[in-house]
């Protein structure tokens, strides 16, 4: 078996993701504010940090990039190389992670909230598949976010995306 054949080697389950920015307040208010995140409580680790749940589990955790030399030697792997800046904070859009993919429910909410709050998002039917797509771009950081519904709950609303297997749709 070679390492691309899917031997996940133990994995079970993606635990959060860390999101290093100039700006975690702003950036933890957008995904509360704008997705329905819920900030919640975290351990001290002698820096700032917040922690946006889903029901009981935390999922985003954000903090200030370049805090402190205490963070840094924290967040620190033994293969980084001095000198070398690895928060990506301040590169809009840093490409070291493409997007974050949220699975949700409850789409007429969720494009209500998007609309009122002014969020412009694209509408896609996932190829090959039963999913209907929104991507959005969070504007502290740059961030793109999908979120992914069920094809059915599309379909019953009437939305009608504007990419789908075929290629590009007018809306």
Known sequence: MTRHQGHDMGLRFLEHVLILTHDPEGTRDWFCDNLGFRSGDHPDFGFPVYWLYIGEQDVIHIGKA????????????????????????????????DHLCLNCDGMAEFVERLTRRG?????????????????????????????????????????????????????
């Open 66 to 97: 370049r805090h402190s030399t205490h963070q840094d030697t924290y967040l620190k792997t033994p293969s980084d190389q001095a000198g070398m800046d690895y928060s990506a904070a301040g590169a809009l859009g840093s490409g070291r992670i």
């Open 119 to 171: 969020v412009e998002f694209s509408e896609r039917k996932a190829h090959n598949s039963h999913l209907y797509q929104l991507f959005m771009r969070e504007p502290i950081n740059g961030i793109k976010v999908e979120l992914n519904f069920a094809w059915e709950e599309a379909v019953r609303m009437g939305r009608v995306p504007a990419y789908t297997d075929e290629g590009a749709h007018a809306k």
